[in-house]
């Protein structure tokens, strides 16, 4: 375990201080979703798992 | 035509164009920051920056969103600060890009990485931009999520296991993929009117992005 290592890990935990007020926020005052919003999210997301997956099949060739 | 109905017209039309242009500003500053940020990732590489100038930067940029940020993200100053926080994050990149540079095809790897990000960006942005969806719904699960993936990387730090590390950058991956779609509804719906902490947003989603991609394919790789 490296200072550096140390310092990373100290630039995480600080984020999630920086983070924390937002998450709270957004967990309480977030709109619920309606019929169909999870779909329209989870379609481009499958995407993008396609394609990253694609990518590192080029790569790894 | 009654008054109401023309001054509500007038509403939608002025809700309209203000959002346009939130959105038109928000995407010439992300323009020119990614521009300055990948020109001052170009000079980190070439001055060979050290790990530690690396975190220094992180930490920068951190103190910049965190305490100056607000109290200038609605004045002139706040452009100026955005300027300085991507150009921080930029060239704090120098020391990983050296690292895959040295790789015999390193070039390429982040090449195909940069323009990966660029694909995935304009892809989910236009998607966005194109249904019009309202992804507010998205906030509790995606920070939420967001911790969890930085607590993941904080124990990834002490424990050093290459599985742990590769499903953290493909959770990355999907999260702020999220945030991208989260972001540009944001502006869309006008949950978002300014347009520095717009840019900033979306600028950290892009960065994130890029940089777990890159792991990624270094993996691959290998």
Not at chain 1, 36 to 58: E, K, N, Q, Y
Not at chain 2, 46 to 52: E, L, Q
Not at chain 2, 75 to 96: E, R
Request: aromatic fraction near 14%.
């Amino acid at each position: 375990m490296s200072g550096l290592d140390i310092g990373y890990a100290l630039l995480v935990v600080a984020l999630i201080i920086f983070i924390f007020p937002a998450a709270k926020y957004w967990l309480k005052n977030s709109p619920k979703a309606e019929k169909g919003d999870w779909t329209a999210f989870l379609f481009p997301i499958a995407l993008v798992i396609a394609f990253v997956g694609f990518l590192m099949m080029m790569v790894g060739r | 035509m009654s008054d109401s109905q023309y001054s509500s017209r007038d509403i939608a039309r002025e809700s309209a164009l203000s959002t346009n242009k939130v959105l038109r500003n928000t995407y010439a500053l992300l323009s020119v920051t990614l521009i300055f940020s990948a020109i001052m990732a170009m000079v980190s590489t070439m001055v060979n920056t050290g790990y530690g100038v690396s975190l220094a930067c992180s930490f920068g940029a951190l103190a910049l969103i965190w305490f100056v940020l607000p109290r200038t993200a609605n004045s002139g100053a706040g452009i100026a600060v955005v300027f300085a926080f991507t150009g921080l994050l930029g060239f704090g990149l120098g020391p990983l890009l050296n690292h895959y540079l040295s790789l015999a095809n390193g070039g390429e790897l982040i090449a195909t990485a940069m323009g990966g990000t660029a694909i995935i960006f304009l892809g989910l942005s236009g998607y966005a931009l194109t249904t019009q969806r309202d992804f507010s719904f998205l906030g509790g699960f995606l920070f939420a999520g967001l911790i969890v993936v930085l607590l993941a990387a904080v124990a990834g730090i002490f424990l050093q296991m290459p599985g742990l590390f590769l499903a953290i950058n493909a959770a990355v991956i999907l999260l702020f993929s999220g945030f991208i779609l989260f972001d540009t509804s944001r502006i869309i719906n006008g949950g978002e009117t300014n347009y520095v902490l717009a840019t900033t947003g979306i600028f950290l989603s892009i960065y994130n992005i890029f940089i777990s991609l890159l792991h990624l394919l270094g993996f691959a790789n290998d």
